[in-house]
């Protein structure tokens, strides 16, 4: 069982930049892939970003966030992160971390673990 709590979210002006956390409980956060998804108003839940197990793991990211977003993890701390520069109105949402062993990459498939989302809102 894996417990995952995010952080990190509020209110930014476009252009702006946020850093959300997940903290992961149990001693086995390093053998689970990680995503970040996200849920505007009205609309299903998206990828966002996602990276492999291990403490070099590989990093897959949607298109629409591509060069602006960073994933990254940090195993010692069961900790993963987004960095998020440039943000944008249309990157306002609820934004979820999960964790699962059998993912399908740049998809939502495969996560067995979901955290309750933290809110980004970005004004314009």
């Known amino acids: 069982q894996v417990h995952l709590i995010e952080s990190g979210g509020g209110l930014v002006q476009a252009g702006g930049s946020l850093r959300l956390s997940c903290a992961a409980s149990?001693?086995?956060?390093?053998?689970?892939?990680m995503g970040w998804f996200r849920q505007a108003p009205g609309k299903e839940r998206e990828f966002v970003a996602a990276?492999?197990?291990?403490?070099?793991?590989?990093?897959y990211y949607a298109d629409s966030i591509k060069g602006r977003f960073t994933i990254s993890r940090d195993n010692a701390k069961n900790t993963l992160y987004l960095q998020m520069n440039s943000l944008k109105p249309e990157d306002t949402a609820v934004y979820y971390c999960a964790a699962g062993v059998s993912v399908k990459f740049r998809t939502i498939r495969g996560y067995d673990y979901w955290g309750q989302g933290t809110q980004v809102t970005v004004s314009s």
């Open positions: 149990g001693p086995t956060f390093s053998k689970y892939a």
């Open positions: 990276i492999t197990w291990g403490d070099d793991g590989d990093s």
